[in-house]
């Protein structure tokens, strides 16, 4: 990988009413933001970024990334990306003169790299931090701009043949189309590089992304809870629960558990290679026994975030009499890993990652003359 150091453009606290409002309305106000002071430049160089919650740490680098590396194929996706979003995206870019929120991107840990985070973070207090008491977390910011230093990462990363998109499609494909515009169509701004928060998969999680089904009315919903038990073998669970292990579903229906084991049919399916949970249930039951045809689109589904989880979707089917809802054991990162190297896309909303990273904590600007 092709990265560099860059000029950051973080909050300053102290001007800043609140950083959680800032956060979400980021998008709509950049420019009056900016406008009123509310943004310095940083120095040249990388940052390593920490995001600090109750019960996890977790550690990467902000720096730029050359966008020819996606185009040669080394910043691998596993999503298929919307025409719209991305018609939306060109022209947010344009707006806001700006890359809001680095992409992120993960790999295999580099014991080298996680060595040398490790020790700079333990010999240098963080050149500044946000803190966000609301949502239970804590940014921290090292700013590296010694020679030294940079140069260890920059040959770190050359020996990393690829890293893999975790969160940031549309904003992947829609700055690497702009790069290849031509230079009057990209309205003095620069796209020659992706901005990107580099997290090695030791330092993320990745939690289920789960399902609710809700049908028309109570009959309907009881009908299609007979074809799944009739199918399936659907066993109640004494204390509801996440799924245990891959191939385990968890089925909830009004506030109720239970589990649905999909290993024997996915072991004959997998014959042909790494099939994920999610396509089982796409396939298996949603298409099948609940005749979805497009589960992308079909607006009986929703979907219940990770960070959610059992008490999210306890709660929805409480909420909802007829609705049937499916937690999912999460996806692996080997899983992730070897659909992206087949060139092969995850079903939408296969993967949630945590820790997610807060719009306009951290900004890249793309205006040319801020790059001379």
């Known amino acids: ?120 973070t333990a010999g240098h207090q963080p050149s500044f931090t946000l803190a966000v008491p609301e949502d239970g977390e804590e940014h921290l910011y ?16 050359a020996d990393i043949e690829a890293v893999y998109i975790a969160d940031g499609h549309h904003r992947t494909t829609t700055i690497a189309n702009f790069a290849q515009l031509p230079a009057e169509e990209r309205a003095d701004l620069d796209f020659s590089h992706l901005f990107a928060a580099f997290f090695p998969d030791d330092q993320l999680q990745i939690l289920g992304y789960h399902r609710l089904m809700t049908f028309a009315d109570e009959p309907e919903t009881e009908k299609h809870w007979e074809y799944l038990n009739t199918v399936f073998d ?12 891959r191939r385990e579903l968890m089925v909830v229906r009004g506030g109720q558990c239970f589990s649905l084991d999909l290993s024997a049919l996915g072991q004959e399916i997998e014959l042909l290679g790494p099939v994920l949970d999610t396509n089982l249930l796409n396939d298996l039951v949603f298409k099948r026994l609940f005749h979805v045809e497009e589960v992308r689109s079909d607006k009986r589904i929703t979907y219940i975030d990770g960070a959610s989880g059992l008490q999210g979707m306890l709660a929805a089917t409480e909420q909802t009499p007829n609705a049937i809802g ?10 992730l890993y070897a659909l992206s190297d087949r060139n092969e896309s995850l079903p939408p909303k296969s993967t949630w990652f945590e820790p997610r990273i807060k719009s306009g904590f951290a900004m890249y600007s793309l205006e040319v003359n801020d790059h001379v």
């Open 234 to 245: 659907v066993l109640p669970v004494d204390t509801p629960r996440l799924p245990a292990h």
């Open 1 to 120: 990988m092709r990265i560099q150091p860059l000029s950051l453009m973080t909050p300053r606290a102290n001007l800043v009413p609140s950083l959680r409002e800032l956060a979400i309305r980021v998008k709509d106000d950049i420019r009056s933001y900016v406008d009123q002071g509310w943004y310095q430049t940083l120095a040249e160089g990388i940052a390593i970024y920490q995001i600090k919650k109750a019960h996890h740490a977790h550690t990467g680098i902000l720096a730029l990334n050359d966008i020819r590396d996606f185009h040669l194929g080394k910043i691998k996706k596993h999503e298929k990306t919307l025409t719209r979003r991305e018609a939306e995206y060109h022209l947010l870019l344009q707006d806001w003169k700006a890359v809001i929120k680095p992409v992120l991107l993960t790999f295999p840990a580099q014991p080298a790299l996680s060595e040398w985070m490790q020790a700079y």
């Open 326 to 335: 499916f937690l999912m054991y999460p996806v692996s990162f080997g899983e």
């Open 142 to 157: 090292w700013l590296v701009t010694e020679p030294s230093d940079l140069e260890k990462v920059r040959l770190i990363f």
